[in-house]
């Protein structure tokens, strides 16, 4: 077991990550890898945006890239960061410039292995994630997937990554990352969301807006904190806040009138078919 830890600390100590893409994402990962200790001498980072660049050299004090291509090349580890439009240029301009042992992260929504692997050349080994912007705090979970070409000391490597910002989870069947998009990856904005009309309602009601936006993401935090750590079902929870014939059961039933499950199914379903359908129309771009 601790013989385990020690090879997974030295791989990960022993590895360069560069980030193709600096935006959002890239920044919760690289927040948590410098957090769990990854030396900023070991991530680079490379974007078309100069300001966005300059700003994350200021913010974790490592080397920079306006090309791609300089940056792989360095790297035992690339992480593709950019939006999934972009994706298939990136990778046509690194086709066959990477070693063959370059272990490929996408992080993209919707762009499935087989066209990465295409795009890059193949026997690429990629890895292919879904993460979320929790990550930033380390309370990120992603699904990861992996091609034929990645090997056990690769996957133990992109876990370790992945891992320093949350909990992982692997599938087998990479059609299940559609579904963990439509869960998990947009599902921080849900609940955001939720938190936008609770605070809404609640300035509506008389709060001011400030105290109705606290009290809700409180609520929001405690009600996480309770449903992770609880032996009881979401749903066993919800029965213990409602009373009967009290304010909880009033607002369920509200919820329940308008239909509460399909608004949720619908939007899920949308997130889920855009992901399907983004993977559709890269899968056509040769
Ligand atoms: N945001 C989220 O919560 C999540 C996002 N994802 C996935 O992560 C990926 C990145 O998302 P996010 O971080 O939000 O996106 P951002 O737009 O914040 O970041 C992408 C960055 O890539 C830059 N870029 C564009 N073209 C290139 C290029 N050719 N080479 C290098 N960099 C380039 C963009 O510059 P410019 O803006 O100038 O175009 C931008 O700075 C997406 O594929 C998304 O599906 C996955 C899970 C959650
Ligand atoms: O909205 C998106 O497409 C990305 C993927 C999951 C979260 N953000």
Redesign the pocket.
Known sequence: MYIILFFQIFVMQNSLIGF???????YAIISGLINNGIKHNQIKI????KA?LSLRKTEFNLEVFTD?TKLAIQCNVIVL????Q??S??CKDLKNKLAINTLIIS???GVRSRDIERWLGDNQAIVRT????PALLNQGITGLFANKQVSDKQKSLAENILNSVGECLWVNDEGLLDVITAVS?SG?AYFFLMLESMTKVGAALGLDEAVAQKLSIQTALGASIVASSSEDSPQQLRNKVTSKNGTTQAAIESFQDQDFEVIIAHAMRAAFNRANEIGMELGNDK
């Open positions: 193709i893409g600096a935006g959002n994402m890239a490379s974007d078309t945006n966005l791609n960061a950019v939006k999934p972009v994706l240029s990136v992080i993209a929504a879904m993460p979320n912007m990856g921080p």
